[in-house]
């Protein structure tokens, strides 16, 4: 039977129109301390609780740290209750004392990473200290005695120079993306039009870039993408341009859709791999990426929020997230709700690191399992990870193994295999990490990883040196991110002189 070939052509225009129309429409929710769902509030006032036991007083001195305290004054003055914002005023005049403001110093207008009294000066606490008291300004300053309103934007102006003077590539997307709205909401508000045209630029800067491969240069990074969603919230709410406004409205949208490509609700992680990941089960460490999934999902059962917040802990993105609000395609709310389909997604990304100006992402994603590989990197990072793979284990646990960033290799998948290649020709050993519950090296023959849930065939013609117990140290310095020791391995595997680069070191072939 021959089908009415116009019926088909509006029914192709009809799916495509679904489509559009549902990664157009957004989810789209500001918030009030006393409109927060008993889960967002949950993770609100346990960050308070944190910085600020009940019955305590408030300690500012060596100990504390420098980030952390000016994200508890903005929780305080957002929360508004009894002795709050004399408190928070507290804090902003402790943060002015740590602030370095040698104009001759190449650390100009930069705060220390913490309050020792060292010379620990952070250049990207400029942006994250900076943006957080441009909040204070914006919404607070009548809450500020006269005196420290004016020292507030003595220092906004001279944090704003410090950005200038530094000029951050772009690329460094977590950053630029804060830099640019500094520089033009400071260049705006005190009428330095220097100020306001360079942060304007940037963020012109980092668009063009995003729409010329659709990523950004940090791509897949569970920790990083949630400070650029705090940087476009920054554009989309407080910038004065109206310019910055409608770039944000893209590249907010565009980064959640692929976020949620990359996102499997039924693991409640993303698929690597990852240009900067301080873990590698979002369950177990604290991905800030993740706070914000959990404060759009509302529901505890999927929040993937590890527990006491697990490693690297950074769970006080719940304060710029509620004071900013959240807007995202309602089409990734609701896969970050629920496991849609199987998918394999490739990515090619203008990462900066040492290595192909062009990476290649390639991600095969299936219910229960997923995983990841990345080719054209030579980076050596512990908060790299060039091949990943997850999978559902018993009671919810995730096993999951990585391909460490050592610059040694090159990783891609497909939909029935990771296969490992050579991308330094002098390396001579090279490892894979792996991970579940109650699994020694017994688990790890030759051509055959026993792991629960999942059977991993393994083709290759090294020499594996062992299968043994990952060290702590190891584990720290990996940014493995769990709190699982012993059960990660540490499978080493031995390179020939002379291999050729066109032959797979190792081909994983998993059977879940």
């Not at 006393?34 to 007083?57: C, R, V, W």
């Not at 009428?191 to 304007?200: D, H, M, N, R, V």
Request: glycine letters at 6%.
């Amino acid at each position: 039977m021959v089908k009415n070939p116009i019926l088909v052509f509006l029914f192709l225009i009809c799916i495509g129109f679904a489509r559009t129309s549902q990664a157009d429409e957004l989810y789209q929710k500001h918030f009030e301390y006393k409109t927060l769902s008993p889960l967002q509030k949950q993770i609100f006032d346990e960050f308070i609780e944190e910085e600020l036991p009940k019955g305590s007083a408030l300690v500012l001195d060596e100990k504390a740290g420098a980030r952390n305290k000016m994200r508890l004054a903005c929780a305080l003055f957002y929360r508004n209750q009894a002795g709050d914002v004399q408190k928070a005023v507290r804090i902003i005049q402790w943060i002015f004392t740590l602030q370095n403001v040698d104009e001759k110093s190449k650390n100009y207008a930069v705060w220390r990473g913490d309050s020792k009294p060292t010379e620990n000066y952070d250049q990207n606490m400029r942006e994250f200290i900076g943006t957080d008291l441009i909040t204070v300004y914006h919404k607070y300053r009548e809450k500020l005695p006269n005196n420290v309103k004016k020292e507030l934007e003595t220092c906004l102006i001279r944090t704003a120079k410090g950005a200038l003077m530094r000029d951050v590539n772009p690329d460094y997307n977590n950053i630029s993306i804060m830099s640019s709205f500094m520089m033009e909401y400071i260049g705006t508000a005190f009428a330095i039009p220097e100020l306001k045209e360079a942060g304007i630029a940037k963020a012109k800067a980092i668009y063009t870039n995003f729409q010329q491969y659709h990523t950004l240069c940090e791509y897949n990074t569970p920790t990083y993408y949630g400070v650029d969603f705090v940087g476009l919230a920054l554009w989309r709410e407080l910038s004065f341009s109206n310019e910055m406004k409608e770039m944000s409205k893209v590249l907010e949208k565009e980064l959640w859709l692929d976020v949620a490509a990359f996102y499997n609700a039924n693991l409640q992680n993303m698929c690597g791999p990852y240009l900067r990941s301080y873990g590698i089960d979002m369950k177990k460490y604290n991905a800030i990426v993740g706070t914000w999934i959990a404060a759009a999902v509302d529901n505890p059962r999927i929040a993937n929020l590890p527990d006491k917040h697990g490693v690297h802990d950074e769970c006080n993105f719940i304060v710029p997230i509620v004071e900013l609000g959240i807007s995202m395609p309602v089409q990734a709310l609701a896969q970050f709700n629920k496991f849609d389909s199987p998918r394999f997604i490739t990515r090619t990304t203008s990462n900066y690191y040492e290595g192909d100006r062009l990476k290649r992402v390639t991600a095969y994603i299936q219910k229960d399992w997923m995983m990841g590989g990345l080719w054209g990197n030579r980076k050596v990072s512990h908060i790299l990870k060039t091949g990943t793979m997850h999978w559902k284990c018993a009671n919810g646990d995730i096993g999951w193994l990585f391909v460490p960033g050592e610059g040694k290799t090159n990783v891609k998948v497909d939909e029935k295999r990771m296969e490992i290649y050579l991308a330094d020709t002098l390396a001579t050993t090279f490892q894979i990490f792996v991970y579940a519950k109650n699994v020694t090296s017994e688990n790890f023959k030759d051509h055959l990883w026993q792991l629960p849930n999942m059977n991993l065939g393994i083709k290759s013609e090294l020499s594996k040196v062992n299968a043994a117990v990952l060290s702590k140290e190891l584990i720290d310095s990996e940014g493995v991110g769990t709190k699982d020791y012993p059960f990660v391995i540490n499978v080493e595997y031995t390179v020939p002189p002379h291999w050729n680069i066109k032959n797979p070191l190792v081909t994983i072939t998993p059977n879940y």
